[in-house]
T-cell receptor, first 113, second 113 residues
Framework: DAGVIQSPRHEVTEMGQEVTLRCKPI?????LFWYRQTMMRGLELLIY????????DSGMPEDRFSAKMPNASFSTLKIQPSEPRDSAVYFC???????????FGEGSRLTVL | DAKTTQPNSMESNEEEPVHLPCNHS???????IHWYRQLPSQGPEYVIH???SNVNNRMASLAIAEDRKSSTLILHRATLRDAAVYYC??????????????FGKGTRLSVIA
């Protein structure tokens, strides 16, 4: 298996620009999670999906953040407009079933100038 | 969710055993104890999990106290590649599906050659 695939690996953008992060979960996994990691706040859960349906988005910081999962093999996390405080590493993870092991991607490092 | 307490950091010599402690005094009877680790510049990865009995796998062993209020992750022979942040997480086994993993600060393990 290729594992969870995230793109881009690195993104540098200017404040106010739109940022789109992409994730391809492991085939057959029915849960998909978006996490954000910073030095100050550690690893935070932003949103997760089950069978492409958002289950809990209470971790999404504000309306500038949105996430979609149009099909079982693709999800996006969008920030519009981006701000310097959004700089972080964003991880996507997937899992099969309610109690399976969580598999993480390598992350997308976002820097907003 | 029940909370876990881990030391911020630990140090070990290479090729010696490492015991990483985790306190979870408010654990419920249905909480599983999960361990993940995060190597530098990577996403977290699964290490081991258990409920009541001690568990062994190729990566590590998990020793669970009889009252389940604490547990210890044991790396039998630390290598430089084991230097990582280790997370101890509780997850309710009854709430199938809608219980994403919530990561704390973890323990940063340094391995000295």
């Amino acid at each position: 298996d290729a594992g969870v695939i995230q793109s881009p690996r690195h993104e540098v953008t200017e404040m106010g620009q739109e940022v789109t992060l992409r994730c391809k979960p492991i085939s057959g996994h029915d849960y998909l999670f978006w996490y954000r990691q910073t030095m100050m706040r550690g690893l935070e859960l932003l949103i997760y999906f089950n069978n492409n349906v958002p289950i809990d988005d209470s971790g999404m910081p504000e309306d500038r953040f949105s996430a979609k999962m149009p099909n079982a093999s693709f999800s996006t996390l969008k920030i519009q407009p981006s701000e310097p405080r959004d700089s972080a590493v964003y991880f996507c993870a997937s899992r099969k079933g309610g109690t399976g092991e969580l598999f993480f991607g390598e992350g997308s490092r976002l820097t907003v100038l | 969710d029940a909370k876990t307490t881990q030391p911020n950091s630990m140090e070990s010599n290479e090729e010696e055993p490492v015991h990483l402690p985790c306190n979870h005094s408010t654990i419920s009877g249905t909480d599983y104890i999960h361990w993940y680790r995060q190597l530098p510049s990577q996403g977290p990865e699964y290490v081991i999990h258990g409920l009541t009995s001690n568990v062994n796998n190729r990566m590590a062993s998990l020793a669970i106290a009889e009252d389940r209020k604490s547990s210890t992750l044991i790396l039998h022979r630390a290598t430089l590649r084991d230097a990582a942040v280790y997370y101890c997480i509780l997850r309710d086994g009854l709430k199938s599906g809608n219980t994403p993993l919530v990561f704390g600060k973890g323990t940063r393990l340094s391995v000295i050659a």
